[in-house]
């Protein structure tokens, strides 16, 4: 069985545009003509661009030592927000 590619990055706009409108994965594929998976993997990988882009944490060669303060900010970011969910997750079960 041949495999068929579809180059999603000339949509990225369009679905770019219709996740803002408000519209679930399954319109947006069904819209497009893509599969459901297609748009569920792109969405993921492009809010995990995005949150990289907002910590700063960009692709490409750059000093070592700049790009490990980039990733020791976006862990910090990540364990501060596994902090707060872990005090309010304490705080329903009442043990704080």
Partial sequence: MARSYTR?????E?????RETGKTRQEIAKELGLSLKQIKNWI?????????????IMKGRGRKSAVTLQEY????????MENE????????????
């Fill in 73 to 80: 900010k976006y862990e910090n970011k990540q364990l501060k």
């Fill in 85 to 96: 969910l872990l005090r309010s997750f304490l705080e329903a079960v009442g043990r704080k």
């Fill in 8 to 12: 999603i990055k000339i949509c990225e």
């Fill in 44 to 56: 993921n990988r492009y809010n995990k661009r995005e949150a990289k882009k907002e910590t700063g």
């Fill in 14 to 18: 369009r679905i770019i545009a219709m």
